[in-house]
C-alpha cells in the first residue's frame, strides 16, 4: 500500500490471495495508522473483491484502476519499481522474511523524493490528516 500524497509505503506478506484475509490484513493495517483514509484505488485482482466489506469497514471510497490501465495507479507503480530494486523479478517470496520486507520499507520511507520537495514521506506523512491508498 502507498499514500498518494506522502508517498509513503507499507508492505505486509500475505501468504495468500483469498480475499478475506487480503481484506483483513488491509483493514488491520490502515486502522493501525489512526487517521482517516480517504480513498483506496486497486487493481482488479481477485484478492479485492471483498472491497464492500474494507470500504464499509475503513468508512472509505474505494476504486479500481481500468484494466490494463496502469497509469492510473502510478504512485503504486513507481514504488513496486523501487521495491524491485530490492526483491528483482522473480524473487521467491517465501523465502522472504516480514524482517527484510521492513528493512525495505525502512530504507524507502525515509529516503528523500523530489516529487516531495526532497522531504521523506516520513516527513510528509507525519504533517498530513488523511491517507489515500493505492494497492
Same mark, same amino acid.
Given at each position: 500500500?502507498?499514500?498518494?500524497?506522502? &508517498?509513503?509505503?507499507?508492505?505486509?506478506?500475505?501468504?495468500?490471495?483469498?480475499?478475506?484475509? /487480503?481484506?483483513? /490484513?488491509?483493514?488491520?493495517?490502515? &486502522?493501525?495508522?489512526? @487517521?482517516?483514509?480517504?480513498?483506496?484505488?486497486?487493481?482488479? #485482482?481477485?484478492?479485492?473483491?471483498?472491497?464492500?466489506t474494507m470500504a464499509k469497514e475503513l468508512g472509505t471510497d474505494f476504486y479500481f484502476a481500468?484494466?490494463?490501465?496502469?497509469?492510473? @495507479? #502510478?504512485?503504486?507503480?513507481?514504488?513496486?519499481?523501487?521495491? %524491485? %530494486?530490492?526483491?528483482?523479478? #522473480?524473487?521467491?517470496?517465501?523465502? $522472504?522474511?516480514?524482517?527484510?520486507?521492513?528493512? /525495505? /520499507?525502512?530504507?524507502?520511507?525515509?529516503?528523500? &523524493?523530489?516529487?516531495? #520537495?526532497?522531504?521523506?514521506?516520513?516527513?510528509?506523512?507525519?504533517?498530513?490528516?488523511? $491517507?489515500?491508498?493505492?494497492?
Open positions: 500500500m502507498v499514500d498518494r500524497t506522502s &508517498r509513503i509505503a507499507r508492505f505486509i506478506k500475505v501468504n495468500t490471495r483469498k480475499s478475506d484475509i /487480503v481484506s483483513a /490484513v488491509i483493514i488491520e493495517q490502515l &486502522r493501525a495508522l489512526n @487517521r482517516p483514509v480517504h480513498s483506496l484505488t486497486s487493481d482488479n #485482482g481477485k484478492e479485492f473483491s471483498q472491497y464492500q481500468h484494466p490494463y490501465s496502469s497509469w492510473e @495507479r #502510478g504512485t503504486n507503480e513507481n514504488t513496486n519499481g523501487l521495491l %524491485r %530494486r530490492f526483491f528483482p523479478k #522473480g524473487t521467491d517470496f517465501d523465502k $522472504v522474511t516480514q524482517e527484510e520486507i521492513d528493512w /525495505v /520499507v525502512d530504507k524507502l520511507n525515509n529516503r528523500p &523524493r523530489k516529487c516531495l #520537495g526532497f522531504r521523506t514521506p516520513n516527513e510528509v506523512f507525519w504533517e498530513i490528516k488523511t $491517507v489515500a491508498l493505492t494497492t
